[in-house]
């Protein structure tokens, strides 16, 4: 009778040991990214920090005078969310085909997919540009059959740039919605199905509710790396669809204002952290990447 | 200029370093040719910065490489850096003691730069650059097609450029921030201002020009991608520096390049007048200003001689697409004091239109 309190705390003693034990591991190991981000992505914001602050943060005032800019960071954040959007839907019918497909098929959607997510942004959207030149691949293509003989007028407009950023954007949206997909309890479709309902009920009632948070997640890692988007809209959307980094671009190799440029650099890294932040107590984005 | 100092300073880092590679280089290319460098007073090298690529290959081979035979002092290029040679012309210690430099950012403050003697000056410039620009040339902007998009003959003028009932087809024109080029002088000389009212420009005016053809437009980012818009047929005409028009023809294209009403642009380099091995840089100056070497540069990149004398040296073939030929009458020259004084509101007003 004496022993059994003895026992529990010793075993209680030696299971706190070592849980303090893996703490302290798992703390080392989390030196070496820390260093890393610290020298990769802190050393050069204290930089540009520090750049933008040369002319006394007079730059902060001044970038709002360059008429390009304000109408630049609008822009940005509707081709964003038009962006977001888009890829959301199409990576879910996407997502969907991969899963319900027959292997052959599969397989050839996901090697699709990978490859167009291992290629560069810049022979993409070069790509791209080859297809919809006035006199490009496609138009090549139409007039094969007899469908048109006039330039296409689809290069450098907004219509002809969404397609090429969906397409880059896609992996990031299709992926996490995959593995949801895959996720998911075959017993519970089963359960479905025994319980006599057809495919939309079972889908609208199992499958979209397990892949929604993932659809989420998908879709706010897309709008953040939508905002700093350059070269696509630069090639595909012309200049009239010039974004934030576009103006900043100009701003550090041709107006030689680097505190500008640095300064709206400020501003754009900010407002995605604050989007990331809110999103991510929205929806936990950082649990479903985690 | 306190804002440009860091990068100055990081980058003085990365040039010290390459200074004391190519020192270190040429102490052992020295050793092994003494007898070609007994025969001048000159020593040294000379460190030239400019934008590298097929230009700065054919200046190794029309001046640099028998500058090094002659004299010994060899020319080490580099990579030009903005930040660097904007602070040589501020009054910086020289890391480059020759750097390419547009007239607009030498001419409205010379106070730091090297007088070079009248032996060394090119003809050519215009007046007020001929005193401190070395290794002079010329380039051109101007419009030009493949000969078969206007049988009949293609635009005459900028008038006829902005004629799209007359000449169909859509322009290349150039399309980032930074190259609003003569894009507004065009815009005003089709609105019918004359070429020598150009200036102070009415940039509200020549945009609202540029609007009224912005729809027959197709703009390109970077210089060469206006050749691949010509040859696929996607634009008729284009608007570009002239060596893009030169490449095509270099290539086997037949293209005409309308030389009236085209604007000739003087460049060149310049040295800081704080250069410890003056006679270095004057030698060379003069070496470069020789016509029958500057004809060797001329036939293989096309860019107009800053010496008269050159055409002597060059065949009829080669004089017709040069920018500066006599044939070519009614060029027009930029006003680089005026885009100097006013160049960060061009690149703002320029960027706000194409992104309008």
């Known amino acids: 009778m004496t022993t059994t309190p003895v026992t529990v705390a010793v075993r209680t003693a030696s299971r706190s040991a070592r849980a303090a034990g893996s703490a302290t591991e798992s703390r080392w190991l989390l030196w070496p990214p820390l260093v890393f981000f610290a020298l990769a992505l802190g050393a050069p914001l204290v930089m540009l920090l520090i750049q933008s602050f040369e002319t006394g943060g007079s730059a902060y005032m001044e970038m709002f005078d ?117 996720s998911i309890d075959h017993e519970q479709l089963n359960a479905a199905r025994v319980f006599g309902a057809g495919e939309l009920l079972t889908f609208r009632t199992v499958t979209w509710p397990q892949i929604i948070p993932a659809m989420i997640s998908g879709g706010v890692l897309v709008f953040v790396m939508s905002l700093g988007f350059y070269v696509t809209p630069l090639l595909l959307g012309g200049p009239s669809n010039l974004t934030v980094s576009g103006v900043i671009n100009a701003q550090i190799n041709q107006a030689n204002r680097p505190d500008l440029g640095a300064a709206m650099s400020i501003l754009l890294v900010g407002g995605t952290m604050l989007v990331y932040l809110i999103a991510d107590r929205l929806f936990k984005v950082s649990e479903k990447w985690g | 200029m306190p804002r440009k100092s860091r990068i100055r300073r990081v980058a003085a880092v990365g040039i010290a370093a390459t200074a004391v590679l190519t020192l270190v280089a040429g102490c052992s290319a020295d050793a092994g040719s003494t007898e070609s460098s007994a025969s001048s007073d000159l020593s040294g090298n000379i460190i030239w910065a400019d934008y590298g690529g097929p230009t700065n290959e054919s200046r190794q081979v029309a001046y640099f490489d028998s500058f090094y035979d002659e004299t010994g002092v060899e020319v080490v290029s580099t990579s030009i850096e903005d930040a660097i040679y904007l602070g040589i012309l501020d009054g910086d210690s020289p890391d480059y003691d020759i750097f390419q430099a547009g007239a607009s950012d030498v001419l409205p403050d010379t106070s730091n730069v090297l007088e070079i003697p009248e032996s060394a000056q090119g003809d050519l410039l215009p007046e007020n650059m001929q005193p401190y620009y070395i290794g002079g040339f010329i380039f051109g902007e101007a419009q030009g097609w493949l000969t078969d998009t206007f049988p009949d003959g293609g635009p005459q003028d900028w008038v006829d450029f902005f004629d799209t009932d007359k000449f169909p087809g859509k322009r290349a024109w150039p399309g980032s921030p930074g190259s609003f080029d003569a894009s507004y002088e065009i815009a005003l000389l089709a609105d019918g201002v004359a070429a020598e009212d150009l200036y102070p420009l009415d940039i509200e005016r ?145 960027t706000d239109w194409l992104a309008g």
């Not at chain 2, 003069?286 to 008269?308: C, H, I, K, L």
């Open chain 2, 206 to 350: 020549a945009t609202a020009k540029l609007d009224t053809i912005r729809d027959d437009l197709v703009f390109y980012q970077s210089y060469p991608e206006a050749q691949q818009l010509l040859t696929s047929g996607s634009v008729a005409i284009a608007v570009t520096v002239t060596g893009q028009f030169q490449a095509l023809i270099n290539a086997g294209e037949d293209v005409t390049v309308q030389w009236n009403e085209a604007f000739a642009v003087p460049s060149g380099f310049v040295a800081s007048n704080q250069v410890e091995n003056t006679d270095e840089v004057i030698a060379l100056a003069e070496w470069m200003n020789d016509p029958e070497r500057q004809a060797v540069f001329t036939e293989r990149t096309g860019y107009g001689p800053s010496n008269s004398a050159v055409f002597d040296y060059l065949s009829e073939d080669v004089q017709g697409n040069i920018v500066n030929s006599p044939d070519h009458t009614n060029l027009i020259y930029w006003d680089d004091e005026w885009r100097g004084a006013n160049y960060e509101d061009l690149v703002n007003s320029y």
């Open chain 1, 66 to 182: 360059v008429a390009a800019f304000p109408a630049a960071l609008v822009r940005t954040v509707v081709m964003a969310a038009v962006v977001m959007l888009l890829t959301m839907v199409f990576g879910a019918f996407y997502a969907l085909a991969i899963m319900g497909s027959p292997l052959w098929l599969r397989l050839t959607l996901l090697a699709a997919l990978l490859l167009s997510l291992w290629t560069s942004v810049m022979v993409r959207s070069f790509g791209w540009v080859l297809l919809e030149l006035p006199k490009g691949a496609l138009y090549w293509f139409l007039n094969l059959l007899g469908l048109r003989d006039e330039p296409l007028d689809f290069y450098q407009t907004t219509i002809g740039m969404y397609p090429a950023m969906i397409a880059v954007m896609l992996p990031f949206a299709v992926l996490p919605m995959m593995s949801a997909l895959q």
